[in-house]
């Protein structure tokens, strides 16, 4: 068990296909070693739907929905206006994922600025909290933020850049989200970032079922081990577990207040 130590994994994707066979088991997983709460992250209108069906269902989980940038095509002309109906349920924490990636460049990248842009104002009309995805995508997710998103609340989700990255991300105001691959034994980068950024900006996820940390690398990643995430940041800070994760418990409920019911 968990020895009361309450651990939050703030981006999951249970709804998808990978945990069709087990999630109910997966969920249970997560319980039993402590995660006591869970984010499912949308990442266009079917899997924020999802999301928050499954938040409906499940107490200890929520949900966040929104359109990210590998997901624009085809989207309706209502798209904007149904993140707005469904960030509307009580459940909904946050607009996300949302953000630019570069890597797969699925659309121009002036068509991910715009739906970004127009997610962001959305969030800050509606007074919710962002979770950003940026891959390849630095400089121009930094200047976006800091011309769109300054003083609005929001998450880095799987922070994976340097230290001077991080410290661009926390000028505007950001958490840090870090997920498995800070077990990885060579991520020099995300170790020193993990021991230099406030321990008050840092918050844990999976992105299960992707980026799954070490010792379960090439398996499927799952909200359960969210734990070992915890875990490398108290060993690369030399601070308890139980520190850390009241820690990171605080700051997810500092930057989605709806966490706190």
């Known amino acids: 068990m968990s020895d009361l130590i309450r651990l939050i994994d703030t981006h999951a994707h249970l709804a998808l ?3 069709a066979d087990d999630r109910e088991a997966a969920i249970t997983r997560a319980s039993a070693v402590g995660v006591a709460r869970m984010v ?10 999802a999301a928050v069906a499954l938040a ?11 359109v ?22 009580p459940k909904v924490v946050a607009i996300g994922e949302i953000g630019l990636d570069y890597h797969w460049m699925k659309a121009p990248p002036a068509e991910q600025e715009q739906v ?7 969030a800050r009309t509606l007074g919710l909290p962002v979770v950003i995805h940026s891959r390849d995508a630095q400089s121009d997710t930094i200047r976006i933020l800091n011309d769109a998103a300054r003083g609005q609340p929001g998450v ?27 077990t ?53 800070r030399g601070l308890p577990l139980a520190e850390v994760a009241a820690a990171v418990w605080a700051n997810a409920e500092r930057v989605f207040p709806r966490l706190r019911g």
């Open 116 to 122: 970004f842009r127009a997610q962001l104002g959305l």
């Open 17 to 19: 296909s990978q945990f």
């Open 68 to 89: 990210q940038a590998n997901h624009l095509a085809e989207l309706p002309a209502t798209w904007l206006a149904e993140v707005q109906a469904l960030a509307a349920h």
């Open 156 to 182: 880095m989700h799987s922070f994976s850049g340097n230290w001077a990255f991080a410290q661009a991300c926390l000028e505007v105001g950001f958490l840090l989200s870090l997920s498995g691959p800070l």
């Open 184 to 236: 990885f034994p060579k991520a020099a980068e995300l170790h020193e970032v993990a021991r230099l950024a406030p321990l008050a900006m840092l918050l844990t996820e999976t992105d299960s079922p992707y980026l799954t940390p070490h010792p379960h690398r090439g398996q499927r990643n799952e909200p359960a081990y969210v734990r070992l995430v915890a875990t490398q940041i108290a060993a690369l």
């Open 40 to 49: 499912e992250i949308g990442y266009d209108l079917p899997t924020s739907r």
């Open 56 to 66: 409906e269902a499940h107490p200890h989980i929520f949900a966040v929905v929104g």
